[in-house]
Nanobody, 114 residues
Framework: QVQLVESGGGLVQAGGSLRLSCTAS????????GGWYRQAPGKQRELVAT???????NYANSVKGRFTISKDNSQRILNLQMNSLKPEDTAVYYC????????WGQGTQVTVSS
C-alpha cells in the first residue's frame, strides 16, 4: 500500500502556470509508473500525462507542449508543470501510481479563469 498526497493546485488566470506535486509514502515509488489525471464537472476522468518507471512520458493531445510530467525518485515526488493554462484545463487533478496495483491521491483543484 502506498499513500499519495497532492499539492500545488489553485486559481490562476489564463496563460498562467501552476506546478502540481504528488508525494508518495513509500520508497518503492521509484519502481512505479506514475501519472496525472483530471476530472471536470460533469465529465469523466481523463488521462493528462504518464511517465513509466524508466522515464518514458506520454501526454494527452490537449496538453502536449504545455504540460511536463517528471518524477524525482529520491524525493518520491511526481510533478506536473502546467504552462499556458486555459479555462478548459479547469478540473480536479489526481495523482496516480501503478505498481501494478493502481493508487490514487485525493485530488487537487485547478481553476483557470478567463
Amino acid at each position: 500500500q502506498v499513500q499519495l498526497v497532492e499539492s500545488g493546485g489553485g486559481l490562476v488566470q489564463a496563460g498562467g502556470s501552476l506546478r502540481l506535486s504528488c508525494t508518495a509514502s513509500r520508497s518503492t515509488f521509484s519502481t512505479y509508473a506514475g501519472g496525472w489525471y483530471r476530472q471536470a464537472p460533469g465529465k469523466q476522468r481523463e488521462l493528462v500525462a504518464t511517465i513509466s518507471s524508466g522515464g518514458v512520458t506520454n501526454y494527452a493531445n490537449s496538453v502536449k507542449g504545455r504540460f511536463t510530467i517528471s518524477k524525482d525518485n529520491s524525493q518520491r515526488i511526481l510533478n506536473l508543470q502546467m504552462n499556458s493554462l486555459k479555462p478548459e484545463d479547469t478540473a480536479v487533478y489526481y495523482c496516480n501510481a501503478v505498481s501494478p496495483n493502481h493508487y490514487w491521491g485525493q485530488g487537487t483543484q485547478v481553476t483557470v479563469s478567463s
